[in-house]
């Protein structure tokens, strides 16, 4: 069955620490991988997306297809980054829901 | 990105009423929507994928009957809850995908619904 693990459910760092956010996929075939961020109060948003490579407010996520992970790393975590974080493989692209990771919080204090 | 609305953004009911939430796609038009629930605290679920011209497609264990969905047009699907319980209290949120091929999709605001 397809699953999307994100073991962390809260992670509590302080401000400029590395942060990490673990996310572990298992699919058949090759999926598309996204992280969304859900601030307080505010919709989700897609955050990035592993096929256009690009790093957003200092985040990046690697494929991993060896072990079948897609973790998000910042290197120095800002307050603003507090936040909810989902990874969301996509098997098949254009047209098909998205199937969300239970989450992570992702803390950051001063 | 796409711009969705949903409304109301929140809402309370009484134990046995139904309730519709709009999902409206402003920037384009979407021939496929997608209804989740999220609860506090907790990830979304995917509840059904709304066609226009066609039936829902709900997901294992979401009741078809209890929660109406209609793609009334390319840019408007509806959710019913139907005989509503404080059971169905929960945040509703849609998403439309974007048009391009990269699979990223738009959500809405969620609309929040509490039943007394």
């Known amino acids: 069955a397809q699953r999307v693990t994100q073991p962390e459910k809260l992670l509590s760092v302080f401000k400029g620490a590395p942060v990490e956010l673990k996310c572990n996929y298992s699919y058949s075939g090759s999926p598309e991988l996204f992280w969304y961020v859900q601030y307080s109060r505010q919709r989700l948003q897609l955050l990035l997306r592993h096929i256009s490579r690009e790093s957003i407010k200092g985040f990046t996520a690697d494929l991993n297809k060896g072990e079948t992970s897609f973790h998000l790393k910042k290197p120095f975590a800002q307050e603003e980054d507090s936040a909810m974080y989902y990874c969301a493989p996509l098997e098949n692209q254009a047209g098909t829901a998205l199937i969300f990771g239970k989450g992570t919080t992702l803390s950051v204090s001063s | 990105g796409a711009v969705v609305s949903q409304h109301p953004s929140w809402v309370i009911c009484k134990s046995g009423t139904s309730v519709k939430i709009e999902c409206r796609s402003l920037?384009?038009?979407?021939?496929?929507m997608f209804w989740y629930r999220q609860f506090p605290k907790q990830s979304l679920m995917l509840m059904a994928t709304s066609n226009e011209g066609s039936k829902a497609t709900y997901e294992q264990g979401v009741e078809k009957d209890k929660f109406l969905i209609n793609h009334a047009s390319l840019t408007l699907s509806t959710l019913t809850v139907t005989s509503a319980h404080p059971e169905d209290s929960s945040f509703y949120i849609c998403?439309?995908?974007?048009?391009?091929?990269?699979?990223?999709?738009?959500f809405g605001p969620g609309t929040r619904l509490t039943v007394t």
């Open positions: 998403s439309v995908p974007g048009q391009g091929t990269f699979g990223e999709q738009y």
């Open positions: 920037d384009f038009q979407a021939t496929t």
